[in-house]
């Protein structure tokens, strides 16, 4: 395989990792919220849901480690720590939830099955691909992507061709902002320490070539995977923008997704969205459970046994939690989430930066800041809203559970500005 294969062949393996269930509901119901200014609204989603991810594949290209490097600046036992919480969260919620998601969307409406049995065909799939360890990138990049890709293509295209009004007036006015906080919410720049990881080691096993030319490659391919979901975004959104003056604000996420499949497709079309769901929720566990799989492999420095039995282990637990109800994995995940995500935006930008810009004082620092100012977050997630200290409100953003955003920038500007005299030495 030359250079040009190889980079198609990873972009299209990260684009595949990225791309859940998720990612595929939010942006057409956005674009249905914003209307005739979907573009604009686009812009910010394209800044959390797209730029910050593949910030996160750069960062892992220029460590080309394992994801233990993203927080080994604070301590190797707390990047141990950490980096086993969201391997565990991310083995108990999103990889789970992919096959519930597949369930209630894709199944469901066509077999009358329970739910345990279609969790357990699914991830004994996943497992089967995860345990072919060496071809990761073949099955995801080559064979299951271009599908994806196709099925997303035809749907974006073909809306654009029904015989409905323009896009009407906004129904809630997100603007700028409002796609900057959804994307937020797809918890992609998890994804991408996760996915970065399975990427790293799998040119690893490849024998892939020098330090540069793998950072070279990965580079490349973030590029590729992050101008493939810009494009995708970007058409769901406007696919989306063409439904405002056609529906109301009371259609759900994916009544909204369901009657676009079948406005383009017709009655096949529920065929069609099963399909198209199934296979991004199937790369997206493929990427977990392998990358779980990987991190108990390094952490115990075990065999390929070591990955296997992790691997399956991972496929039990979400065959076990996948088989619960969409709404309840999500309750679950989200206050969780509120205390873990901050820290792997921090920890993205951090390692994209030069290093005698962030040296261990400003690592251990800014993780101290960034679980204080969470823990409020985290705290308004678990109470009822009557329930709920009028001091929790009181930082800027708060009310979009980002109320850590500006004690971390305000705290990274301090240190800056104190670092020390030699440009070379880290802060």
Not at 49 to 68: E, K, N, S, W
Not at 291 to 320: E, R
Request: proline residues 5%; charged residues 10%; hydrophobic residues 50%.
């Amino acid at each position: 395989m030359n250079k040009t294969q190889q980079t198609l062949a990873t972009g299209f393996t990260l684009f595949a990792l990225f791309f859940g269930a998720g990612n595929l509901i939010l942006p057409p119901y956005l674009g249905l919220q914003a209307g005739e200014s979907w573009f604009f609204t686009a812009m910010g989603f394209a800044v959390s849901a797209v730029c910050i991810p593949i910030l996160g594949i750069y960062a892992h290209a220029r460590l080309q480690g394992t994801m233990l490097d993203f927080a080994n600046k604070v301590s190797p036992l707390f990047s141990i720590v950490f980096c086993s919480l969201i391997y565990l969260i991310s083995a108990t919620i999103p990889s789970p939830r992919t096959a519930s998601v597949t369930h209630e969307m894709a199944v469901a409406p066509l077999f009358d099955i329970p739910s345990w049995v279609t969790s357990g065909i699914y991830f004994t799939l996943v497992f089967a691909v995860a345990v072919k360890r060496n071809s990761i990138i073949d099955i995801v990049g080559k064979y299951l992507t271009p599908v994806i890709l196709t099925l997303l293509a035809v749907m974006i295209v073909l809306s654009f061709t029904l015989p409905l009004e323009t896009a009407g007036t906004a129904l809630m006015s997100p603007g700028f902002s409002g796609g900057l906080l959804e994307g937020y919410q797809t918890f992609d720049a998890m994804g991408a320490v996760v996915v970065g990881a399975v990427i790293i080691i799998s040119l690893s096993l490849r024998g892939e070539d020098s330090f540069e030319s793998r950072k070279r490659l990965i580079t490349r391919a973030g590029i590729l995977a992050g101008s493939g979901l810009l494009i995708t975004y970007g058409g769901l959104i406007a696919a989306g923008a063409l439904f405002s003056g056609n529906t109301g604000a009371e259609i759900s996420r994916t009544e909204l997704l369901n009657l676009i499949a079948q406005q383009t497709l017709g009655a096949p079309g529920r065929i069609f969205l099963s399909l198209l769901i199934s296979l991004a929720c199937f790369t997206t566990a493929v990427g977990i459970v392998t990358g779980t799989a990987d991190h108990i492999q390094g952490v115990l420095k075990g065999g390929k046994g070591t990955f296997t039995i992790s691997a399956a282990l991972a496929s039990l637990i979400g065959i076990l939690v996948g088989s619960l109800n969409v709404g309840f994995i999500i309750d679950v995940a989200y206050p969780i989430l509120l205390l873990i995500y901050p820290l792997i935006i921090v920890y993205i930008f951090l390692n994209s930066l030069p290093d005698f810009m962030t040296g261990k004082t400003v690592f251990r620092i800014l993780t101290f800041v960034v679980v204080l100012f969470s823990i409020p977050d985290a705290l308004k997630a678990i109470l009822s809203p009557e329930q709920v200290p009028p001091w929790l409100d009181l930082m800027p953003l708060s009310e979009y559970q980002m109320g850590w955003l500006l004690p971390v920038v305000a705290t990274y500007v301090f240190l800056i500005i104190k670092k020390p005299a030699d440009k070379n030495q880290p802060v």
